[in-house]
């Protein structure tokens, strides 16, 4: 089941994400590891217009996350966030699944594109976005997030309903 992230949910996503993070040596700076509003995902994207984040929950328990925050109002792109599915339940179509919601949603929402930075070392990430359409970039698109340690950017132009 897929829903709103609620505050009782902080603790178990960003254990997600620094777990994950932390698989691959990207708990460093330039990463989403160092976030401020890592433990308080709730009150970042709660009662916001320009930004979401929903939960992947099974069986009771949160075992993934994803999120997009509107950076470019004038062109309407909206920045993908922090997609993280549990170790434990990785490669089972769950992000692909967290991915389709936040597609439908921004689009819904008159988005006309989604923007993300990632790095190489998570190809399966990456071979998720291309496989939904994104396209490689040349250079990240200047948004003033401070994820340094990423190499690549991708950007999903949106039909808009």
């Known amino acids: 089941m897929i829903k709103n992230i609620k505050s009782q949910d902080n603790a178990a996503m960003a254990k997600i994400i620094r777990q994950n993070l932390e698989s ?21 994207y709660s009662n916001r217009e320009d930004a979401a984040y929903w939960i992947y929950e099974l069986d009771g328990q949160i075992i993934g996350g994803v999120g997009y925050e509107i950076f470019d109002a004038q062109r309407k792109i909206a920045e993908v966030q922090k997609l993280y599915v549990h170790p434990n339940y990785q490669r089972r179509g769950i992000a692909s699944h967290l991915m389709t919601h936040l597609i439908e949603n921004t689009a819904e929402k008159g988005i006309h594109a989604l923007y993300l930075e990632t790095a190489s070392i998570l190809e399966p990430a990456t071979k998720l976005y291309l496989h939904l359409g994104f396209e490689l970039l040349d250079a990240p698109i200047e948004n003033g997030a401070e994820h340094t340690a990423m190499d690549i950017w991708m950007l999903k132009k949106l039909q808009t309903l």
Request: net charge negative; hydrophobic share 25%; aromatic share 20%.
């Open 24 to 44: 691959y040596q990207l708990d460093k700076p330039g990463t989403a590891y160092f976030d401020p509003q890592l433990d308080d995902l709730t009150n970042y």
